[in-house]
């Protein structure tokens, strides 16, 4: 099975993505995760997008796209993938679209996670994310047992740069400019689900399984 995953930043796309894509034994692609990767290490790519992510903007289309041919072709895809935070515009998912077909794959199913501004703007400023395993946590809602300590992993917590009330202000921004148009590039196909992201993170797992279900 071969999935998009996309909606605005905070609404749970990676822990619900995580999780979806455990229980279907697919690979699960978090372009915002390779992207971190590369600026730790340090790598070309990395020095060359670290800018962008700080200031909250798109990494350029043809550093991503790159990014995504080589993992899906690179990696075992012949379970399926997850996608998470790509495409992040109209012109990726229309490259998207194209690559998939060169390599002889198609999107099985496109959701999207809605989530209101308020609930957005809550959930990121009190995020907390474990450096090991990526897991999130809130300062508030879902608060770890130990104080910076990751409940699964006993790995450390840390808030994103990114997770910052400015950049915070200027994600949504361009998620708005850019990322949103891309509903009407989905919403007319039969692969495509809304899903309301405003609940409990088993609440919303709940709901995005039914809806898939649903689907096929
Ligand atoms: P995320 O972890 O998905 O919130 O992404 C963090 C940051 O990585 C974004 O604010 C962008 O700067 C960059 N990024 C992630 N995915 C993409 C994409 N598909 N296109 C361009 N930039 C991206």
Known sequence: MNIVLFGPPGAGKGTQ???????????????????????????????????????????????????????????DASNGFLLDGFPRNVAQAESLDEMLSRHGFALDAVVFLDASEELLLERLSGRLICKACGFGFHRHYSPPREAGCCDRCGGELYQRDDDNEDVIAQRLHVYQEQTAPMLDYYAHRSSFCRVDADGGMDEVYERLINALEQMH
């Not at 995580?18 to 790519?45: C, F, H, N």
């Not at 990395?46 to 200031?55: E, L, N, P, S």
């Open 17 to 75: 993505g995580v999780r979806l894509a455990e229980e279907k034994s697919i690979a699960a692609i978090a372009m915002g995760d390779m992207l971190r990767q590369a600026v730790a290490e340090q790598t070309p790519l990395g020095v060359q997008t670290k800018q962008f992510m700080d200031a909250g903007k798109l990494v350029p289309d043809a550093v991503v796209i790159g990014m995504i041919e080589e993992t899906i072709v690179e990696e």
